[in-house]
């Protein structure tokens, strides 16, 4: 049907208002809003937005990925109405859209999350060895890996078409695939090569034979791995350290040019997430970029489930132009003092502009106020306590402004 009204679209309507009406047509659209909603495991989630159902965010949430059943639309101008609405019997609601967000007096009760955040890592100057920055025992345990493995690697600056496609079709499909199966979309072949035709290739060998590859591009002292991909997601070169030789090549050619940073690029903002957590042994701090904010959350329930996915979550958002990582502390959260000590530092991050903030969601962590004040007074980045026992979720927005412009 659709295939037919197109053709009827093209064969009758003149070539030259073909656009302008498709423009007209899809404004038109997106004034109406798709709502969506999950009700499972005691946990009610709203979504709004054509993008909201983002199956990563769906996946932590319930610990599995749940299709949400379409239960209406809304028009713009009555989004503000209907999230008033629906805060009174869901305990989350996630409202995504590119250019358009509720009224201020919404979005201040909302907590804005950036889609990425990028981490960089920061290099010695050129005549410092590579090898003495790095006192990370896991960051020690893979370069040990990828000594034994014998991998080595070399740098196509001018890629051609076929070495792109055999990266695209045998490296970078077959790990995206088994990676991130549920979470990523892979670039048709046309768009792929479009996009990155004008980068460089470094290579990956292990005795003598091609086993893997990123995408590089050195923009000023800046370099910048943007895509990997092993041959044929091979689990035994997974298990032999190949990802982390993509890593420390990356670093070792930009610190042989003279760069200052190598751009580790975007993961998701969860504190837990693989890839960040990843990437911050490698030295890597998270830093703002130019992304437009396009997803936001109004915490709503006070029930346990909610604490239960917040606790197990913690996450960044952005407020006042700064970053700030949430980690939340409740009855999920069983640790000692020495459990939570090691605990507080994964959840820390180095950044520009980041800041923490512990949230204490009962009675038991509030008791231990003192002991947690006295662990945040050892981090270097800045730190709050809030605290959020007697109080609903839905203040936590207010309570991070308040701790953020207090500074």
């Avoid at 502009?353 to 003192?370: H, K, P, Y």
Wanted: charged share 20%; proline share 5%.
């Amino acid at each position: 049907m659709l295939k037919f009204f197109n053709n009827l679209y093209y064969q009758y309507i003149p070539v030259r208002f073909q656009q302008p009406l498709k423009r007209f047509i899809l404004a038109i659209w997106n004034v109406w809003l798709p709502i969506y909603r999950i009700e499972q495991s005691g946990l009610t989630v709203i979504f709004i937005g054509n993008r909201a159902c983002d199956p990563y965010i769906i996946n932590l949430i319930y610990d599995e990925y749940i299709k949400p059943p379409r239960i209406g639309t809304v028009p713009i101008w009555s989004v503000d109405k209907r999230i008033m609405l629906w805060e009174e019997s869901a305990d989350l609601i996630i409202f995504r859209h590119r250019r358009f967000w509720p009224s201020t007096a919404v979005t201040l009760r909302m907590l804005a999350m950036p889609y990425y955040v990028r981490q960089s890592t920061d290099l010695p100057p050129a005549d410092v060895d590579m090898l003495t920055v790095f006192h990370n025992s896991s960051t020690k345990r893979d370069l040990k890996k990828i000594h034994d493995a014998g991998f080595q690697y070399d740098v196509i600056t001018h890629v051609h078409s076929e070495q792109l496609y055999f990266f695209y079709q045998q490296m970078y499909r077959p790990f995206i695939k088994d990676r991130h199966c549920f979470t990523d979309v892979i670039l048709p072949w046309e768009d792929f090569q479009q996009s990155y035709k004008n980068m460089e290739l470094l290579q990956v060998y292990s005795a003598g034979h091609l086993v893997a590859g990123s995408l590089t591009l050195q923009t000023d002292t800046c370099y910048t791995g943007h895509l990997h991909g092993i041959l044929d997601a091979d689990r035994g070169l997974l298990n032999s350290g190949v990802v982390a030789a993509l890593y420390w090549f990356a670093m070792l050619e930009a610190h042989r040019r003279g760069c200052a940073t190598v751009n580790m690029n975007c993961a998701r903002p969860f504190l837990k997430d693989g890839v960040l957590v990843y990437k911050k042994k490698w030295g890597s701090r998270i830093v703002m970029d130019n992304r437009e904010r396009e997803l936001l959350l109004l915490p709503c329930g006070n029930r346990p489930q909610m604490h239960r996915y917040l606790e197990k979550n913690p996450f960044i958002c952005e407020q006042d132009g700064r970053l700030v990582s949430l980690v939340f502390l409740g009855a999920h959260t069983v640790l000692n003092d020495k459990e939570l000590t090691s605990y507080i530092k994964y959840c820390h991050y180095q950044g520009d502009s980041l800041s923490t903030c512990i949230v204490l969601l009962n009675d038991q962590w509030s008791a231990r106020t003192e002991m947690i004040q006295a662990l945040l007074r050892g981090l270097t980045q800045p730190n709050h306590l809030i605290d959020l026992s007697h109080r609903a979720i839905a203040e936590l927005p207010e309570c991070i402004r308040n701790c953020v412009g207090a500074k």
